[in-house]
Structures are given as structure tokens and as C-alpha cells.
Nanobody, 127 residues
């Protein structure tokens, strides 16, 4: 069992940056593929980025490619999402997610692939 807790959200102006953190507890998440999703009211949860547990593969949604970067510190059981050049359309509740996998190169882009979720952190980008 893994518990996830996001932090780092807030209000930022368009063009600004934020770094989200996702701290995992319960057990080591070094063999867990990680992902970030986001959701706005009335819409389905949207894929943002997926990362393999080995760090060998990362996959970004086209909407954030070149602006967002995922990284992980297995020693701290923490995953980060660095968000630069933020736009008003990035406004959403951001969730981190984890799923155990034996494949160090596996990445997962579907909501249903993930077994563990945090409670979310709100990101609001003003124009």
C-alpha cells in the first residue's frame, strides 16, 4: 500500500512557474511507475505526464511538452513536477498517481492503469 500526498500548488500569473511535489509513504516507491494528471470541474481527469520507475522513459502530454518536467528522488520517496511558462488553461486540480510494475521502462497514460492516488493540489494560473 502506498499513500501519496501532493503539495506545492497555488496561484501564479501566466508565464510563471510552480513545482509540485508528491510524497509517497507506506513503502518504497522505487518500483512504482508514477504519473501526474489534472482535472477541472465537469471534465474527466486528464493525463499530464508518466514516468517509469527506472527513469528511463518519460511521456508527456502534447499540451505540456517542453514546459513541464517530471523528476523523482527515490531516496526521498518523492516525485516532482516542475511547471514553467504556465498558462491559464493549466488551471486544474493536479493529482499524482502510482502503480507497481516489474518493468523498469513501463509508462502508463491511462487513468485506469494507476492504483494509488493522492488528494490533489490546486493550481490556478491567472491571465
Amino acid at each position: 500500500q502506498v499513500q501519496l500526498a501532493e503539495s506545492g500548488g497555488g496561484l501564479v500569473q501566466s508565464g510563471g512557474s510552480l513545482r509540485l511535489s508528491c510524497a509517497a509513504s507506506g513503502r518504497s516507491f522505487s518500483s512504482y511507475a508514477m504519473g501526474w494528471f489534472r482535472q477541472t470541474p465537469g471534465k474527466e481527469r486528464e493525463f499530464v505526464v508518466a514516468d517509469s520507475w527506472s527513469g528511463s522513459r518519460t511521456y508527456y502530454a502534447d499540451s505540456v511538452k517542453g514546459r513541464f518536467t517530471i523528476s523523482r528522488d527515490n531516496a526521498k520517496n518523492t516525485v516532482y513536477l516542475q511547471m514553467n511558462s504556465l498558462k491559464p488553461e493549466d488551471t486544474a486540480l493536479y493529482y499524482c498517481a502510482a502503480t507497481h510494475t516489474y518493468s523498469g521502462s513501463a509508462v502508463y497514460m491511462r487513468y485506469s492503469d494507476y492504483h494509488y492516488w493522492g488528494q490533489g493540489t490546486q493550481v490556478t494560473v491567472s491571465s
